[in-house]
């Protein structure tokens, strides 16, 4: 079993927390890699994509609620994300409560053109936004420093992310359990535990996953408010896709992630879809702009509007997607296998 080292650090101001594990206590054989944990979610998608669509969207809307604003939040993690880095280079790791106690966070030579090439927006909207976070108090700025004010932690503490997060890890390590690729069991508070031992590794590893996800998508759909809304669409037929069957049967209809989509987009076809007043009460996107984003994927082809006024998905944009969904499950591969590593040897 791997132990906890703590150090005290007069450089850090305080305690510095350390994993430790002698090189002779790990079995490299046991030790998942990319690949595997990526062929058993495409393979498992059945069993995992509601869930996925689920702790997506939950993460989705806690980008747009603290500020009513993708791309402030979006400003905000990429800030933090770069101090997590520094932590990791200097392989100094903050549990969550030490990470939280503190009264700011600090990030050198911090430039709008980096962050415009971080996360792929004009400068002029970097600039506009973070002009915006300053006058909130979120953010202040010293020359090329900028300094992360204690008045916006609770702002982007994922205290329920962490859970959602730990739930779905636990999902996985079951498909890797019953299909003896792991032998320990895990439970989602013990993962729930090491995240937070390990917070500012393991939240590094976590903003890599989603910052690309959502840069990403934001390049396909044009806007953040958009993909938000496509994004609610499709949680919503998955989780009414799923409610006809059986789970003991499911399994054999739609085994993979190929296969679960088209499904999903032929059943969407014989289903309700959801209204604009719907997705404006979930996501708090104001209904108009909930409406004129849905025009927009209506003219783009992702979604259909039927008799009821109530929007569905269509297929034409599959081939469209792929290339990217296909990058983000590569991400989430290497989230989960160093997560999953991280639990297995703790």
């Given at each position: 079993?791997?132990?906890?080292l703590?150090?005290?650090?007069?450089?850090w101001?305080?305690?510095?927390?350390?994993?430790?594990?002698?090189?002779?206590?790990?079995d490299?054989?046991k030790?998942l890699?990319d690949?595997?944990?990526?062929?058993?979610?495409?393979?498992?998608?059945?069993?995992?994509?509601?869930?996925?669509?689920?702790?997506?969207w939950?993460?989705?809307?806690?980008?747009?609620?603290?500020?009513?604003?993708h791309?402030?939040?979006?400003i905000l993690?990429?800030l933090?994300?770069k101090?997590?880095?520094f932590?990791?280079?200097?392989?100094v790791?903050?549990?969550?409560d030490?990470?939280?106690?503190?009264?700011?966070?600090?990030i050198?030579?911090?430039?709008?053109?980096?962050?415009?090439?971080?996360?792929?927006?004009?400068?002029?909207t970097?600039?506009?936004?973070?002009?915006?976070l300053?006058?909130?108090?979120v953010?202040?700025?010293?020359?090329?420093?900028?300094i992360?004010?204690?008045s916006?932690?609770n702002?982007?503490?994922?205290?329920?992310q962490?859970k959602?997060?730990?739930?779905?890890?636990?999902?996985?390590?079951?498909?890797?359990?019953?299909?003896?690729?792991?032998?320990?069991?895990?439970?989602?508070?013990?993962?729930?535990?090491?995240?937070k031992k390990?917070?500012?590794?393991?939240?590094?590893?976590?903003?890599?996953?989603?910052?690309?996800?959502?840069i990403?998508?934001?390049?396909?759909?044009?806007?953040?408010?958009?993909?938000?809304?496509?994004?609610?669409?499709?949680?919503?037929?998955?989780?009414?896709?799923?409610k006809p069957f059986?789970?003991?049967?499911?399994?054999?209809?739609?085994?993979?992630y190929v296969r679960?989509?088209?499904?999903?987009i032929?059943?969407?076809?014989?289903?309700?879809g959801?209204?604009?007043?719907?997705?404006?009460?979930m996501?708090?996107?104001?209904r108009?702009?909930?409406i004129?984003?849905?025009k927009?994927?209506?003219?783009?082809?992702?979604?259909?509007?039927?008799?009821?006024?109530?929007?569905?998905?269509?297929?034409?944009?599959?081939?469209?997607?792929?290339?990217?969904?296909?990058?983000?499950f590569k991400n989430?591969?290497?989230?989960?296998?160093?997560?999953?590593?991280?639990?297995?040897?703790?």
């Amino acid at each position: 079993m791997g132990h906890y080292l703590i150090d005290s650090c007069p450089f850090w101001g305080q305690t510095r927390l350390f994993l430790t594990m002698s090189i002779g206590q790990i079995d490299f054989s046991k030790v998942l890699d990319d690949d595997q944990i990526y062929d058993h979610v495409i393979n498992n998608y059945d069993l995992l994509g509601k869930d996925w669509m689920a702790h997506q969207w939950n993460w989705l809307n806690n980008v747009y609620w603290p500020f009513r604003d993708h791309y402030k939040y979006l400003i905000l993690i990429s800030l933090i994300e770069k101090t997590l880095q520094f932590y990791d280079q200097m392989k100094v790791v903050y549990s969550y409560d030490q990470y939280y106690s503190k009264s700011c966070l600090q990030i050198d030579k911090f430039s709008v053109s980096e962050l415009c090439e971080k996360l792929n927006l004009p400068k002029e909207t970097i600039r506009r936004k973070v002009i915006e976070l300053e006058e909130l108090g979120v953010i202040k700025r010293q020359n090329k420093k900028i300094i992360i004010d204690r008045s916006a932690f609770n702002l982007v503490k994922p205290e329920n992310q962490v859970k959602f997060t730990s739930r779905y890890v636990l999902l996985i390590s079951q498909i890797l359990n019953k299909e003896k690729i792991i032998s320990r069991k895990l439970d989602s508070k013990n993962i729930e535990i090491i995240i937070k031992k390990n917070f500012t590794l393991c939240w590094r590893w976590y903003f890599r996953m989603q910052i690309p996800m959502i840069i990403g998508y934001n390049k396909m759909f044009k806007d953040l408010a958009t993909f938000h809304v496509w994004a609610t669409v499709c949680m919503n037929k998955a989780f009414n896709f799923s409610k006809p069957f059986d789970k003991n049967n499911i399994h054999t209809l739609t085994p993979d992630y190929v296969r679960f989509n088209n499904n999903l987009i032929q059943a969407d076809k014989k289903k309700n879809g959801v209204s604009a007043m719907s997705i404006s009460d979930m996501t708090g996107i104001p209904r108009a702009t909930v409406i004129r984003k849905c025009k927009y994927l209506l003219d783009e082809g992702f979604l259909n509007l039927d008799m009821k006024k109530q929007y569905g998905l269509t297929g034409s944009n599959i081939n469209k997607l792929s290339p990217l969904q296909k990058e983000v499950f590569k991400n989430k591969a290497k989230f989960l296998r160093k997560l999953l590593n991280l639990c297995l040897i703790s």
